[in-house]
C-alpha cells in the first residue's frame, strides 16, 4: 500500500484548496513546492507591520458566490477598491479609461464630449484593417490615449514594439463613460487582512508540507509515495518539452524599505513611459491602511521567459494554445496524474478562477462538493 493518496506538487491556491478537500475527505496528502514558502505567487511577508506581496499585487476580486464564500471561510477580506493610477511623464491619469481620464487629458465634462473627441481622434487616422497592435490599438481608443496610456505599457509588457506585435491581442479596450475608478466589475473585492499567506496556511493545516524540493528529483526517488500525483507546474516540462516548449512570460520584483510614511499615495501605479523600466510600482502599505513610519515599494518589471526563469503566465495566443492542446491530448490519457494550476492548465486564471478551477476538480475526483 503506498503511503500517500495525492502527491501534490505545488503550495500554490490550486494545490492547497485540492490538498484541504481531499483531506475533508478522509486522503492523505502530501504537498511539495521547490520554494521556501507555501502559497506561490499569492505569498505575503510582514514586515514592520506592513503586508508586502512579494509575487506582485494581488487583489481579490470574483462575481462567483460560492468562491467568495469558500475563502471567507478561512480569512477576512478588507473593503479595499482597486483604484489604479498611471503615470506619463509627469502626467497622472485614472484608471481603468473612465470620465476621469477623459476629463484630466482634454478637459471634457460629459460622456458625450468624450465619445466626440476619440471618435474625432480615430476617423482622423483612417485605418480600416489594421495591420498590428498599434494600429488596432490606435482604431479603438485613438492617438491620446493609446500613445500615452497603452503603446509603452505594452511593449514593456511584451518586449517588442506594438508595431511587430499581431493586431488580435488586443480585442478591446474597455472605455467607461462614467467617473468611478473602480477597476473591476466583479460583486466582491477586497485584499486578505493580515496578508494571503494565512489564507495558504488555513487551507494546509493538518497536511504534511515539504519545502524546497523539486518534483522531479523527489519523484526519481520516491516512486512509488503515492496513488495519484496533482501537478501545478510546467505541462511542457512534465513532458520532457517532447512537442517543444511552450511560451510565458516572467516578472522581476525589486522591493525597497523607504524611511517615509508614504510614497505615492496609492497602491498602483503604472508608469506607461516605454523608457522607465518598469510597468508599476506597488506601495503595499496602502492595500491594509497600515500605519507605519516607514514604507515598503515594489517595483515590477516585465522580462521574456527562459527556461530556467519562474514562469508567471502563459501566453495564450494561436501558436502556443495549438501545442498547449498536444500536451493537454497526452494529460487526458493519463490516469494517476491530475493537471492543475496556470502552468498545469495553461491558463491566465486570476485567484477566484484557479479557486473554481480546483473545487470543480475536487468534485470531478473525489465526488464531493466543497463549500
Same mark, same amino acid.
Not at 37 to 57: F, L, M, Q, S, W
Not at 81 to 94: F, I, M
Not at 107 to 133: C, F, M, R, S, Y
Given at each position: 500500500?503506498?503511503?500517500?493518496?495525492?502527491?501534490?506538487?505545488?503550495?500554490?491556491?490550486?494545490?492547497?484548496?485540492?490538498?484541504?478537500?481531499?483531506?475533508?475527505?478522509?486522503?492523505?496528502?502530501l504537498?511539495? %513546492?521547490k &520554494? =521556501?514558502?507555501?502559497?506561490g505567487?499569492?505569498?505575503?511577508?510582514?514586515?514592520?507591520g506592513?503586508? @508586502?506581496?512579494?509575487?506582485?499585487?494581488?487583489?481579490?476580486?470574483?462575481?462567483?458566490?460560492?468562491?467568495?464564500?469558500? !475563502?471567507?471561510?478561512? @480569512?477576512?477580506?478588507?473593503?479595499?477598491?482597486? =483604484?489604479?493610477v498611471? &503615470?506619463?511623464?509627469?502626467?497622472?491619469y485614472?484608471?481603468?479609461?473612465?470620465?476621469?481620464t477623459?476629463?484630466?487629458?482634454?478637459?471634457?465634462?460629459?460622456?458625450?464630449? /468624450?465619445? /466626440?473627441k @476619440?471618435?474625432?481622434?480615430?476617423?482622423?487616422l483612417?485605418? %480600416?484593417e489594421? $495591420?498590428?497592435?498599434?494600429?488596432?490599438?490606435?482604431?479603438?481608443?485613438?492617438? %491620446?490615449?493609446?500613445?500615452?496610456?497603452?503603446?509603452?505599457?505594452?511593449?514593456?509588457?511584451?518586449?517588442?514594439?506594438?508595431?511587430?506585435?499581431?493586431?488580435?491581442?488586443?480585442?478591446?479596450? #474597455?472605455?467607461?463613460?462614467?467617473?468611478?475608478?473602480?477597476?473591476?466589475n466583479?460583486?466582491?473585492q477586497?485584499?486578505?487582512?493580515?496578508?494571503?499567506?494565512?489564507?495558504?496556511?488555513?487551507?494546509?493545516?493538518?497536511?504534511?508540507?515539504?519545502?524546497? *524540493?523539486?518534483?522531479?528529483?523527489?519523484?526519481?526517488?520516491?516512486?512509488?509515495?503515492?496513488? $495519484?500525483?496533482?501537478?501545478?507546474g510546467?505541462? %511542457?516540462?512534465?513532458?520532457?518539452? $517532447?512537442?517543444?516548449?511552450l511560451?510565458?512570460? =516572467?516578472?522581476?520584483?525589486?522591493?525597497?524599505?523607504?524611511?517615509?510614511?508614504?510614497?505615492?499615495?496609492?497602491? !498602483?501605479?503604472?508608469?506607461?513611459? &516605454?523608457?522607465?523600466?518598469? *510597468?508599476? @510600482?506597488?506601495?503595499?502599505?496602502?492595500?491594509?491602511?497600515?500605519? =507605519?513610519? !516607514?514604507?515598503?515599494?515594489?517595483?515590477?518589471?516585465?522580462?521574456?521567459?527562459?527556461?530556467?526563469?519562474?514562469?508567471y503566465? #502563459?501566453?495564450?495566443?494561436?501558436?502556443?494554445?495549438a501545442?498547449?492542446?498536444?500536451?493537454?491530448?497526452?494529460?487526458?490519457?493519463? $490516469?494517476?496524474?491530475?493537471?492543475?494550476? &496556470?502552468?498545469?492548465?495553461?491558463?491566465?486564471?486570476?485567484?477566484?478562477?484557479?479557486?473554481?478551477?480546483?473545487?470543480?476538480?475536487?468534485?470531478?475526483?473525489?465526488?464531493?462538493?466543497?463549500?
Amino acid at each position: 500500500m503506498k503511503k500517500y493518496d495525492y502527491l501534490i506538487a505545488g503550495a500554490g491556491l490550486f494545490g492547497c484548496v485540492f490538498a484541504h478537500e481531499a483531506k475533508k475527505a478522509g486522503k492523505k496528502c502530501l504537498v511539495i %513546492d521547490k &520554494r =521556501s514558502h507555501i502559497g506561490g505567487n499569492i505569498y505575503t511577508e510582514n514586515k514592520d507591520g506592513i503586508n @508586502i506581496h512579494v509575487y506582485g499585487a494581488h487583489i481579490f476580486h470574483t462575481s462567483d458566490e460560492r468562491v467568495w464564500k469558500y !475563502v471567507n471561510n478561512f @480569512i477576512t477580506f478588507n473593503n479595499f477598491v482597486n =483604484s489604479p493610477v498611471a &503615470r506619463y511623464k509627469d502626467e497622472l491619469y485614472n484608471l481603468p479609461f473612465n470620465m476621469n481620464t477623459f476629463s484630466k487629458m482634454w478637459g471634457v465634462v460629459t460622456p458625450a464630449e /468624450a465619445k /466626440a473627441k @476619440i471618435a474625432e481622434q480615430i476617423a482622423e487616422l483612417g485605418i %480600416d484593417e489594421p $495591420k498590428n497592435l498599434e494600429e488596432q490599438g490606435l482604431k479603438l481608443v485613438g492617438k %491620446d490615449v493609446f500613445e500615452k496610456l497603452i503603446k509603452g505599457y505594452t511593449e514593456k509588457q511584451w518586449g517588442k514594439s506594438c508595431k511587430d506585435l499581431p493586431a488580435f491581442i488586443i480585442k478591446r479596450l #474597455p472605455l467607461r463613460f462614467v467617473y468611478d475608478n473602480n477597476y473591476f466589475n466583479d460583486r466582491y473585492q477586497g485584499i486578505a487582512e493580515g496578508g494571503y499567506t494565512k489564507l495558504a496556511e488555513k487551507l494546509l493545516e493538518g497536511t504534511e508540507v515539504l519545502l524546497e *524540493t523539486e518534483y522531479f528529483d523527489f519523484i526519481a526517488k520516491n516512486p512509488d509515495i503515492a496513488e $495519484k500525483v496533482v501537478y501545478t507546474g510546467m505541462i %511542457d516540462e512534465y513532458y520532457g518539452y $517532447k512537442f517543444g516548449e511552450l511560451e510565458y512570460r =516572467s516578472l522581476r520584483f525589486e522591493t525597497e524599505r523607504l524611511e517615509e510614511e508614504n510614497h505615492q499615495g496609492n497602491a !498602483v501605479v503604472n508608469y506607461t513611459e &516605454r523608457e522607465v523600466p518598469y *510597468t508599476r @510600482i506597488i506601495e503595499h502599505k496602502h492595500f491594509e491602511r497600515a500605519q =507605519s513610519p !516607514v514604507t515598503y515599494i515594489t517595483r515590477e518589471y516585465p522580462a521574456t521567459w527562459h527556461k530556467g526563469d519562474e514562469p508567471y503566465y #502563459p501566453v495564450n495566443d494561436e501558436k502556443n494554445n495549438a501545442l498547449y492542446a498536444k500536451y493537454k491530448a497526452l494529460a487526458d490519457k493519463e $490516469k494517476n496524474v491530475i493537471f492543475g494550476g &496556470r502552468l498545469g492548465q495553461y491558463k491566465y486564471y486570476d485567484m477566484d478562477k484557479v479557486i473554481a478551477a480546483a473545487l470543480d476538480c475536487v468534485e470531478k475526483e473525489l465526488g464531493i462538493k466543497a463549500n
